[in-house]
């Protein structure tokens, strides 16, 4: 019987996009998706990775190259790599994925200085918490746990990427560090319902990489509904879609 030797790693068209909107296109130093087959022999995250707070660049053996600049590897499986993007720059952006039988066909990606995108729970909801990280969300969202909208004049926090560049720096391939505020070095614009929010700050949440918090206040005007919340920043828009439930 002849054996079928494994087949190299290939990215999907399309396969390269933002790690909370899955749209084409990456932001520097922010959450993105592989899409494709054979991009890894097996499930893993980097949990047991992480060095003194250094994010991995190799995970099982794959490695992934955007820009010529590794990229941190978060989650692989046969078909999904998601991975926090290297400091590249804008423009576009050649992606390789590598593993122990080849590298893939180099696919070209655009990288922009700006991409907001909100993460987002069942039912298209943003992400969101109060101050007290409880989850402000629809009641029925998750099974078996009660869960509360946020309210008209409530303050919540957004959970995103795609924010862009922060102030000062932040430290790039490392879990961001608690010792200062890496706040978006523009205060970007939320509206609820084409309502603007008042916005209280946006900055890298420490212990983490990547992901963006944005404490944004309700508009008190607002009646209970599911309502589109998007954001700007940079001349760039989160996609439409993404809804926030607010309700008394």
């Known amino acids: ?98 593993t122990a039988v080849g590298t893939s066909t180099a696919f070209s990606v655009t990288s922009s200085m700006y991409g907001p995108a909100f993460f987002t729970w069942p039912g298209s909801q943003a992400v969101a918490s109060r101050q007290d990280f409880s989850i402000a969300a629809k009641n029925g969202t998750f099974a078996g746990a009660t869960t509360v909208p946020a309210k008209p004049g409530d303050v919540i926090i957004l959970w995103g990427t795609g924010f862009g560049p922060t102030t000062p720096a932040a430290p790039t391939g490392v879990q961001v560090p608690a010792d200062m505020t890496y706040s978006t070095s523009t205060l970007p614009v939320v509206t609820v319902n084409n309502v603007p929010a008042t916005v209280y700050g946006a900055a890298l949440a420490p212990g983490f990489a990547g992901l963006y918090q944005v404490a944004i206040q309700i508009p008190i005007t607002l009646a209970d509904g599911d309502w589109p919340i998007q954001a700007s920043i940079g001349g760039a828009q989160s996609p439409a879609g993404t809804v926030l439930t607010v309700g008394h």
């Not at 990215?11 to 993105?32: Q, R």
């Not at 890894?40 to 992480?50: G, L, R």
């Open 1 to 98: 019987l002849k054996s079928t030797p494994p087949s190299p790693p290939a990215i999907s068209t399309n396969g390269v996009v933002n790690g909370a909107s899955f749209l084409p296109g990456i932001v520097p130093n922010s959450w993105a998706t592989i899409k494709g087959s054979n991009l890894a022999a097996v499930t893993d995250t980097w949990d047991k990775s992480i060095v003194n707070g250094k994010l991995p660049a190799t995970l099982d053996g794959v490695t992934v190259s955007i820009g010529s600049k590794p990229a941190y590897l978060y989650y692989i499986n046969p078909g999904q790599i998601n991975l926090v993007v290297p400091d590249v720059g804008s423009g576009p952006m050649p992606v390789t994925v590598t």
